[in-house]
């Protein structure tokens, strides 16, 4: 019986081994296409290209998810799924402050795919430490994951209550004013270089600001998204495969959505009752109830889809009044 249990653990092993390789050889492949093909020269995004490049993103996490199936069992690949839409839409709201600080800062659009090239690059990174940090955090200390819940419990209910607040100009806000005692800052494009020497001294272009502060929110972000999943699984490779995936497909997402995100009025309601449920789900045992891996999907989904099509009538509602 004791060598049957040791060969399916070492079975078990070899299979997640095989898994990460895979993944890590699908992220190398990605970040090539991303740098190498789709985006070989500076040039304003279009429409179709940028359509279709966020499907073939969507595809292959998809084709992922059915891999995890395959290899995990069905329990474990609904809660890839359910990452990974989470993930995806809560990056809704860093498409839309990204949208901010390009405009804020004047970064034309074809360059604006080098600068969250980059940003993704060491999103990978920061929510890679961040994510194997908080797994040795919670092996170590069951508790803390209550202490998640009631954080997105709390940051849910914060979405709902308060209204948007007004963006502070980037060169009145506290992080350019550090920058530029430490750096000397230059408002003129220098080509899609970050930084340039002129007369002994290092110079940060805006596309480098742009970088530093889309690496900053994205880790602010990061204490909102790495929370809510690891309150639906605790296994990393579930939490971190379901987060890249949702990052490398967002440089796309951007330039598809990057007009029309802030039109999504019921969206940001949805995301606040999806991470509410989320950081309700670790207490509702104690009531007797469980939740299974494809009814968080299913309940993730739909408000999702519900906050999206809602938005849509209400824009058209408000457009056939306007015509009147």
């Known amino acids: 019986m004791e060598n049957l249990t040791e060969f399916f653990t070492h079975h078990a092993v070899l299979s997640q081994n095989w898994m990460w390789t895979i993944f890590g050889i699908s992220v190398i492949v990605l970040l090539f296409l991303d740098l190498c093909v789709f985006n070989r020269k500076n040039e304003e995004p279009h429409f179709w290209h940028t359509l279709w490049i966020c499907v073939f993103y969507i595809v292959i996490a998809l084709i992922f998810g059915v891999f995890v199936i395959y290899e995990e069992g069905m329990d474990k690949g609904m809660l890839y799924f359910t990452g990974y839409l989470l993930e995806k839409s809560l990056s809704l709201d860093n498409i839309f402050v990204m949208s901010i600080i390009f405009s804020t800062i004047g970064v034309p659009a074809k360059y604006q795919h080098r600068v969250l090239f980059w940003g993704i690059l060491g999103a990978l990174v920061m929510r890679g430490i961040m994510i194997f940090l908080g797994e040795a955090l919670i092996s170590r200390f069951h508790w803390v994951l209550y202490i998640f819940s009631v954080f997105l419990i709390y940051t849910g209910a914060k979405m709902l209550t308060i209204k948007h607040e007004e963006q502070t100009p980037f060169k009145e806000s506290r992080l350019y004013k550090v920058l530029s005692k430490f750096f000397h800052v230059t408002h003129e494009l220098h080509d899609q270089h970050f930084m340039f020497k002129e007369n002994g001294h290092w110079h940060i272009t805006p596309l480098f600001f742009a970088l530093i502060i889309i690496e900053t929110m994205d880790v602010i972000f990061a204490f909102d998204s790495i929370p809510a999943i690891f309150l639906i699984t605790q296994d990393v490779f579930i939490v971190y495969t379901s987060n890249i995936f949702a990052i ?38 104690y009531l007797g109830i469980e939740i299974k891996s494809w009814q968080s999907l299913t309940v ?25």
């Open 248 to 285: 490398l497909g967002l440089r796309a997402l951007y330039f598809l959505l990057a007009a029309i995100v802030n039109k999504f009025t019921y969206l940001k309601p949805a995301l606040s009752i999806i991470l509410i449920f989320i950081g309700c789900k670790i207490f509702l045992p």
């Open 300 to 324: 993730t989904f739909s408000l999702l889809l519900g906050g999206i099509l809602l938005s849509i009538y209400k824009e058209h509602q408000e457009k056939a009044l306007a015509d009147k």
